[in-house]
Each structure stands twice: as structure tokens, then as C-alpha cells.
């Protein structure tokens, strides 16, 4: 069975249209989603497209509801970046689907999907860089149900004496708020920016989860990697503030300098402002 491959965006600038062509263009017959509030245009031949308004269940109303902002950055940034999980899993609900590969709208993808995730099908799941979604591989859809509980648990009050429980591992609701809330605490106290984030309850939850079912996308694996940021060095060559590419067939390479070796990327992160617009120079659809 073939992964279903999801976006969410809000708004419509045209750096997700970008992605989700190139997307497309890597991979003519996968099943591309895409949600948010604005169906662009000109991918609406190629994306099955929904209102992320219809798509808020339950338990993604009542963390609407409990929602506190823990970070520096904007409340409704943050909001909605945690919310798309939820979003995401009513998705998979009512069109029964078993496995994703999420995409964040600023990714460019540059090889055939299948393929490459066959490398992760002994994880449950392969997060990027220990704790993003960014660029995520779902084998098992149950996943997105252990981490709405998760998050949906640490907001709402009425829970904070329950249990979390995953298979035989758990966690009081009031120890994990302790733990998480520690973080915001501590980067408050020493002036750092951020906070806790989607990527905090990803990161939290693979503690929990068996880590022998938890995978690194952004690894290299058979000489090929999903990049986590273009902005990051991550032992790759550098130039100008970003990784160092060079192209063959359309596929971009990067020498990594502590394997010695040219690593072929399935995608590249253009994440930040100043990277967003290298997006177009990086097409390889006509």
C-alpha cells in the first residue's frame, strides 16, 4: 500500500503551489492532500484538497479550547502548527487511510516516494532531526491517535490526574505538564526564543514510544537523505549560509565531509524567509 502524501497550509503563497508540483512531478500517480483554507488553483487538477474547518473532531476542538501559548513565538502560529495533527488524523479517519508522508509546504521533493520510505518499513514511524514533522514517514496511522492523547492530555485540566498510557509504557498527565512546562520555564529564564512547539510533543512522545520503532528520516541511508534544513551544515559541505549542491539528473547532491562520500537528497528544507525564495531556482518540473 502506497503512502498518502499530505500538506497543510494556511494561506496561498506560491511556494506550497512550488512544492506540491514538484511533488507531483517526482510522483505522477501517488495521492497528494492538501489542507487548509484556500484550494490553490493551479494544483487543483493534482491535489485532493480540504478545509481544515472541517476537519476539526472532538478531541481537536477541546484542544482548541484549552490551548495556552508556551512560547515566544505567535499564539496562533503555535496553535495552529500543534492543530494539524489533529486535522491530519480526521483526514486519515474518514478516508481510511493507513499510511502518510507529511511534507511541510516549504519542502521540495526530488525522487520516487515508494522507493525511498521502503528504507523506513521496519519503523512505526521516521521523524527528521530527532523531533521535527517537517518531513515525516507514517507506517502506522495509530500514531497520530498516541499523539493527539498526548497533547490533547497536557491542556486540558480536567485530565491532569489521568494516565497516558502507550502499550505498557506510562505517565501521569500532571508529570509530563511538569516536565514540558520546565522547558518554557527555562528558556524564559535565560531570554532564549521559543518554546514548547509541535515538535516538543513529538519529541516528548518518542521518549515514551520503544525506540527500536522509531526512525530518523534525515539520516543517511544507502547514500541518500531527506534533508531537515538547508540552513543546517549537518556535516555536509557549505557555501553562502546554505548546503553546498551540486546536480545530477535532476537530483541534488551534497559531499558529506565526515563520510567522505556525495549524498544524493530526496528533498530539501528552503526553511526561513531568505531561503522560501530559492524555492523556484530549485524546480525541476516544467
Not at 510522483?27 to 493551479?42: A, K
Not at 530518523?216 to 531527506?226: C, D, H, L, P, Y
Not at 544524493?264 to 523556484?280: A, P, T
Request: proline share 3%; net charge negative.
Amino acid at each position: 500500500m502506497k503512502h498518502k502524501i499530505m500538506y497543510f497550509h494556511i494561506g496561498n503563497p506560491e511556494f506550497v503551489v512550488q512544492s506540491i508540483k514538484q511533488t507531483h512531478h517526482w510522483n505522477p500517480d501517488s495521492d497528494i492532500y492538501l489542507i487548509g483554507d484556500i484550494p490553490p488553483e493551479e494544483t487543483k487538477d493534482i491535489v485532493k484538497f480540504y478545509d481544515y474547518q472541517d476537519l476539526i473532531c472532538q478531541s481537536g476542538s477541546n484542544f482548541m479550547k484549552n490551548f495556552v501559548n508556551l512560547s515566544s513565538n505567535n499564539a496562533d502560529f503555535e496553535k495552529i502548527c500543534i492543530f494539524r495533527w489533529f486535522a491530519i488524523k480526521e483526514l486519515c479517519r474518514k478516508e481510511n487511510i493507513e499510511k502518510i508522508f507529511y511534507m511541510d509546504s516549504d519542502i521540495m521533493l526530488y525522487c520516487k516516494l515508494e522507493e525511498e520510505l521502503s528504507k523506513f518499513q521496519n519503523t512505526r514511524y521516521a521523524l527528521s532531526n530527532g523531533s521535527s514533522a517537517a518531513v515525516f514517514c507514517v507506517n502506522d496511522i495509530t500514531v497520530l491517535e498516541d499523539y493527539c492523547r498526548y497533547v490533547d492530555g497536557f491542556y486540558d485540566d480536567s485530565q491532569v490526574d489521568n494516565t497516558f498510557t502507550l502499550r505498557e509504557h506510562t505517565r501521569l498527565f500532571a508529570h509530563i505538564r511538569e516536565d514540558i512546562t520546565s522547558f518554557y520555564t527555562n528558556r524564559t529564564k535565560f531570554k532564549l526564543p521559543g518554546g514548547v512547539c509541535d515538535m516538543t510533543f513529538w519529541g516528548e512522545l518518542k521518549k515514551i514510544d520503544d525506540p527500536l520503532m522509531v526512525g530518523e528520516i534525515s539520516g543517511v541511508r544507502e547514500r541518500t537523505t531527506f534533508d531537515h534544513n538547508i540552513n543546517a551544515p549537518d556535516f555536509f559541505e557549505f557555501e553562502n549560509g546554505k548546503k553546498k549542491i551540486s546536480w545530477e539528473n535532476g537530483q541534488p547532491y551534497v559531499y558529506n565531509t565526515y563520510l567522505k562520500d556525495k549524498i544524493r537528497f530526496n528533498s530539501l528544507h528552503f526553511q526561513g524567509y531568505d531561503s522560501k525564495v530559492l524555492m523556484k531556482k530549485h524546480c525541476s518540473y516544467e
